[in-house]
């Protein structure tokens, strides 16, 4: 490439102009032939010079900026770098721009609007001539020369040099390597229950009492569940709602090596775990079904993270008559566990606080995380009938999830679908949970609906423009073998409109398993959140302390002493001391005895 091409030139002195040397033209190398650049004749120095840089081309790079997102969008990403100090003459050719940062697109950006094209050296327009972008890096969640090691497990994301954790560490961890764990398990020595336990002598209360040692049934550590069953169940009663974040279930072993010839791994497969505000599991959501395993693979300790909020946590497997599991499966189901842990954030105590442990804002200004979309105002695009309208999905029913049941939201087919719901105010949202139209027929491959919400999305926006908002959500990993009829999503952000859309666009290959074309037949979506964050800066979420309640948290309103005869972080329970009072003061007051 000729660099000098038709750039700017200066001679000491013109009988024929300094531009005349790089105009391209070289046929006539005569002085007359117009061609050439001539300077007068001197005595003294004579000087020819080309401007490399002051060009136009070098004016259309000023005030450039990167992003780097998850989205198309360069606002829902993060600034990268933004030019400010570059003039013509020393702007490079190439740039170098470090930018230690997760994301998908990275994103060039420039604009002349407003009185940018009027600033020295920059262009009238805004252009782009890019000749290469190389984007270097690590794949998400590894690090280092060949970016073979991998980042802290905690960790959201790390240094590319390093591993140290850039981003956040997971619900309660916290280090420079996401090391430290600040929770308790709140499932410890908490009542609980067991269908068809083995023995008498083998109690469901053996797996929260803290002990894991000893994995042999003999240990008197351990439970087990008859044989022959179909359907198993344990649960434990966490005695209030509670912000689940974490679950670790301990597998019996019998201390036996833990492999394939170790016939509890089999027994251990595809159970679930749903968490529940009754002892139904049906009633709750379903945060962990275990689907990736086999016999080779399964280990003993499964840990897995559950974000949800509840009272119940129940742990089921089941290998029911007619249906066709692996071939991996134990034949009955079974539960052989040791100790099952819930992990969360503890309630503040009197006297006792503890900042590394802070619960989400919402989970912590109300006794429960409230239903924001309960019966708010939706809209469908193409509702098949005003039976079916979007209001359906926010009516609080889902006991029959039948087209026919006046208890979902129908969508007519179509290449796009939008459904969202109006929150009336912008609300610090924490989670959603999306209950599909199955039309009570057993969920699997078989059922049709698996089809239509693969590659769903779900956006959170001040507006019912979805591109407006934030991408919350985009399906990209489920198959019709793997979708739940229901879905739980983490969703951490401001907004007053919650967007669910999908499409089935012409002209686009979609994957295996897809429908071909898009439905929005939703039979329930509830939004929890509360309390805009923080709580304590806003005065929306200034209320009085519970009613029995002497001294509470003016950030949170959980009690930090309640007045004698109550207990509970809402001073809520009452408690029995009147045999107290009785014996104290039983000359004066003997009839508070009942």
Not at 165 to 189: K, P, T, V
Not at 290 to 296: A, G, P, S, V
Not at 370 to 399: H, I
Request: with cysteine; hydrophobic share 30%.
């Amino acid at each position: 490439m000729n660099l000098a091409c038709e750039k700017h030139t200066w001679q000491t002195s013109e009988k024929y102009p300094s531009s005349k040397a790089v105009d391209g033209l070289c046929g006539n190398l005569s002085e007359s032939g117009g061609q050439c650049a001539v300077s007068l004749e001197s005595n003294a120095d004579v000087t020819w010079l080309v401007d490399l840089a002051n060009s136009d081309l070098a004016g259309t790079f000023l005030g450039f900026s990167v992003y780097v997102s998850n989205t198309t969008v360069k606002e829902d990403g993060y600034l990268c770098y933004h030019d400010t100090t570059y003039t013509p003459s020393t702007i490079p050719s190439s740039l170098t721009i470090e930018c230690t940062m997760p994301g998908r697109y990275v994103i060039y950006f420039n604009t002349r609007e407003g009185n940018l094209s009027t600033k020295p050296g920059y262009s009238t327009k805004a252009q782009i001539n890019l000749c290469e972008v190389e984007v270097y890096g690590c794949p998400l969640g590894f690090y280092g020369v060949h970016c073979s090691k991998t980042c802290p497990v905690n960790c959201h994301h790390c240094s590319i040099v390093s591993g140290e954790c850039l981003g956040d560490c997971r619900l309660g961890f916290s280090g420079q390597f996401c090391d430290n764990y600040e929770r308790i398990n709140m499932a410890l020595h908490r009542p609980t229950f067991q269908l068809h336990t083995l023995f008498d002598g083998q109690p469901s209360s053996r797996l929260v009492d803290g002990k894991k040692s000893d994995l042999n049934i003999l240990s008197s550590q351990c439970t087990s569940t008859q044989d022959g069953q179909s359907f198993v169940m344990w649960r434990v009663d966490l005695e209030n709602y509670r912000r689940i974040e974490r679950i670790v279930i301990y597998s019996r072993t019998d201390n036996k090596k833990w492999d394939v010839n170790n016939g509890f791994t089999r027994r251990l497969l595809g159970f679930s775990v749903a968490v529940s505000n009754t002892t139904d599991y049906n009633h709750g959501v379903i945060c962990y079904h275990e689907r990736k395993y086999n016999k080779y693979t399964i280990p003993s300790t499964v840990d897995f993270f559950c974000s949800a909020v509840g009272r119940y946590v129940i742990f089921y497997n089941e290998r029911r008559p007619g249906i066709s599991y692996p071939e991996d499966y134990s034949q009955y189901a079974f539960v052989d566990l040791c100790e099952i842990e819930v992990y969360g954030c503890p309630i503040p105590q009197y006297g006792f606080e503890q900042p590394a442990c802070t619960l989400p804002c919402a989970a912590l200004c109300k006794y429960d995380m409230e239903n924001l979309s309960y019966r708010k105002q939706t809209w469908l695009s193409s509702p098949f009938s005003p039976f079916m309208a979007g209001g359906k999905a926010v009516d609080g029913r889902y006991t029959s999830r039948h087209y026919s049941s006046g208890q979902c939201a129908i969508s007519k087919p179509s290449t796009q679908i939008t459904w969202w719901v109006n929150l009336e105010k912008i609300h610090r949202i924490e989670l959603v949970v999306i209950y599909f139209r199955t039309d009570n027929v057993q969920w699997g491959i078989n059922n049709g609906y698996t089809a239509v919400f693969l590659g769903f999305s779900l956006y959170i926006s001040n507006s019912t423009n979805r591109l407006d908002g934030i991408l919350c959500h985009h399906d990209t990993n489920y198959t019709r073998e793997t979708i739940p009829d229901h879905v739980t999503i983490d969703c951490p952000y401001h907004g007053q409109y919650v967007i669910f859309y999908n499409e089935r666009l012409p002209g686009v290959t979609y994957p295996s398993g897809y429908s071909n074309l898009a439905y929005g037949d939703l039979c329930e979506v509830e939004v929890y959140g509360g309390c805009p964050s923080p709580v304590g800066k806003n005065p929306q979420c200034s209320r009085p302390c519970p009613w029995n309640c002497e001294q509470c948290y003016r950030d949170t309103g959980l009690c930090a002493k309640c007045w004698p005869g109550f207990r509970g972080h809402a001073c809520e329970l009452r408690k029995l001391i009147w045999h107290i009072i009785y014996t104290t003061f039983k000359i004066s007051y003997s009839f508070w005895a009942f």
